[in-house]
């Protein structure tokens, strides 16, 4: 099991950048595929990107790509989500999500994602 916390949400105009980090814990993180959810009033969570475990493969969704960028760093423990040229619809609360450790590749399903943060807050105004 992975423990895991976000951080670096917050308010923002549109156009401009946030950075979100979370940091995770045991012994199987550098293992382990990763995810960025987000979920917004109303609306069921997607995903909007994943890196495979060594980081080396991407996928986005189509409604972030070229803006946002998932990275990761497996001797920190930590995962990133750089988001440039906000939108406002781009307001919800943003999660990261750990997959079961050893798999291979990038995965878009919700259901491979087995632990979860607690989500931070990213609210983009006009």
């Known amino acids: 099991q992975v423990q895991l916390v976000e951080s670096g949400g917050g308010l923002v105009q549109a156009g401009g950048s946030l950075r979100l980090s979370c940091a995770g814990s045991?012994?199987?993180?550098?293992?382990?595929?990763m995810a960025w959810f987000r979920q917004a009033p109303g609306k069921e969570r997607e995903i909007i990107a994943a890196?495979?475990?060594?980081?080396?493969?991407?996928s986005y969704h189509e409604s972030v790509k070229g803006r946002f960028t998932i990275s990761r760093d497996n001797a920190k423990n930590m995962m990133y989500l750089q988001m440039n040229s906000l939108k406002p619809e781009d307001t919800a609360v943003y999660f990261c999500?750990?997959?079961?450790?050893?798999?291979?590749?990038?995965?878009?399903?919700?259901?491979?994602?087995?632990?979860w943060g607690q989500g931070t807050q990213v609210t983009v105004s006009s």
């Open positions: 045991g012994p199987s993180f550098n293992m382990t595929p």
């Open positions: 999500a750990a997959a079961k450790p050893g798999l291979l590749g990038t995965f878009s399903s919700r259901s491979i994602y087995k632990d």
């Open positions: 890196i495979s475990w060594g980081g080396s493969s991407t």
